[in-house]
Structures are given as structure tokens and as C-alpha cells.
């Protein structure tokens, strides 16, 4: 719901985007629902003729490509949106980027009972997990979703079987106690 409240207010703030191409991106993002069972509902919306509201369409294939599992067809609608006029879909994107690579790193290494088996993290990857993340935390520290990467830094150095890395997560996040910097509780 969160994600769907911010993409509306988005699209709100973006009057090139005409009035009946908000309304069908917004009910289009409304509708877009992930299961657990990695199957994504999505009914993409009607042709959209506005260049900004194509990049909203854009974030929105994205998006369900994400929760799809499709990692390549979602990085490359992401990567497109990071030159974006539209300042949420910018920066959406770039962090959208690390979560896309994360989570193609973990996708073999994770059985059906969460055991993780580092043989099968995918090194590539996790190394442009690293790199997203900390772009993104370079160029928007106190962004939108600044906890979150900083939070999925700490993933990346376990997947990473970084101990010391670890270790200097958690002392960060013990050192920024702030609901405002920190996404997750450490303990």
C-alpha cells in the first residue's frame, strides 16, 4: 500500500501527465499485486501517450517484472528511469536498481526453508547490489529510502559472507538508532 500511495502522489505532482493517463496509471499501480508464491498480478494499462507518463508505465513494468522474478526485464526498465525529469521516479529507480540485484543474487542461494547456501549467491550480482546501494546512499543520504539501503547493505554482506563488513553494519545501525535512518530493529 505504501508503494502505491507514493507512485499516486508521483503522479499527482506531475501535471505533463494528463488527467486520464494518472487515472489509469494509478488504478494500474493499485491493482499491482504480488503473492507469495512469486506470481505477480498485473494488467499493464491502456497506451499511454504522454513521454513523462510512458516512464510511469515504465516504473510500473518494472515493478511487476521485480516482483515476477524477471531481474533482467526489471534492471533494464529501472536503469531507463534514472535519467528521469520526474524526481520520485529518479530516485525510485536508483534504488530500485540495488533491490533488483540483490535479490537476483539470492535467488538460487535461498532453499524453501530460508537456509542459505553461499555457493550458489551470484558474486556479479551482489557486487552491483554493493555498488547500487551505496550510489544511491552517496547521492541521496537522507533519500526516500536511505534506511532501506542501508538496511540491504547489512543483506548483502551476509549473502557476501563478509563478517567484518557485518560487523560495521551493525555498528552503524547500533550508533543510528533513529526510526528515520534505521528500517528494521537489529536485534
Not at 49 to 58: H, I, N, V
Not at 99 to 124: C, E, I, P, S, T
Amino acid at each position: 500500500p505504501a508503494g502505491a500511495k507514493a507512485f499516486a502522489a508521483a503522479l499527482a505532482a506531475s501535471p505533463a501527465v494528463p488527467a486520464a493517463e494518472r487515472a489509469a496509471l494509478a488504478s494500474a499501480r493499485e491493482a499491482l499485486a504480488p503473492a507469495c508464491d512469486g506470481t505477480t498480478a498485473y494488467a499493464a494499462p491502456p497506451p499511454v501517450a504522454s513521454p513523462l507518463g510512458r516512464q510511469f508505465q515504465d516504473y510500473l513494468a518494472g515493478t511487476a517484472a521485480f516482483y515476477a522474478g524477471g531481474f533482467e526485464a526489471a534492471r533494464q526498465h529501472f536503469a531507463a528511469l534514472q535519467a528521469s525529469s520526474q524526481p520520485w521516479l529518479r530516485e525510485t529507480a536508483r534504488y530500485m536498481l540495488g533491490r533488483v540485484a540483490v535479490n537476483k543474487a539470492q535467488a538460487a542461494a535461498v532453499d524453501d526453508y530460508g537456509v542459505l547456501n553461499r555457493d550458489h549467491v551470484d558474486a556479479a550480482a551482489l557486487a552491483e547490489a554493493d555498488r547500487a546501494f551505496r550510489a544511491y546512499l552517496r547521492d541521496y543520504p537522507k533519500g526516500l529510502y536511505a534506511a532501506s539501503a542501508q538496511g540491504l547493505l547489512r543483506r548483502v554482506d551476509w549473502l557476501g559472507g563478509q563478517p567484518r563488513k557485518l560487523a560495521a553494519d551493525y555498528a552503524w545501525s547500533f550508533a543510528h538508532p533513529g526510526p528515520d535512518e534505521r528500517n528494521v530493529s537489529t536485534a
